[in-house]
């Protein structure tokens, strides 16, 4: 029992945090504080994710795939902002 109302707690938490995210990205827009670049950047998984369902016809392996690449690509991120701020380019 004490389970459920944990899951249950945390499910809210989880729905508050999203529709806080929602409401600031709204009131962001409508104040003209919008970036493109990452308003795009969201995509990025999604567009992974549809590409490896392609590839695998499943979607738990899509998921995994797309969960490993994101990895690869962000660790290629962290690498190239390190080696761009290292030698100042």
């Known amino acids: 029992m004490s389970a459920i109302i944990g899951l249950c707690i945390a499910g809210g938490l989880l729905a508050i945090g999203i529709l806080a995210i929602i409401v ?3 009131r962001g827009m409508f104040n003209g504080e919008q970036n493109y670049k990452k ?3 969201i995509f990025v998984p ?3 994710y549809i590409i490896s ?7 738990v ?11 690869a690509l962000m660790a290629l991120a962290i690498l190239l902002t390190g080696a ?6």
Request: proline share 0%; hydrophobic share 65%.
């Open 24 to 26: 600031a990205g709204i």
């Open 39 to 41: 308003i795009g950047m």
């Open 46 to 48: 999604i567009i992974v």
């Open 53 to 59: 369902y392609f590839i695998s016809n499943a979607l």
């Open 61 to 71: 392996k899509a998921a995994i795939i797309t969960m490993f690449v994101m990895l």
């Open 84 to 89: 761009r701020s290292t030698f100042n380019l």
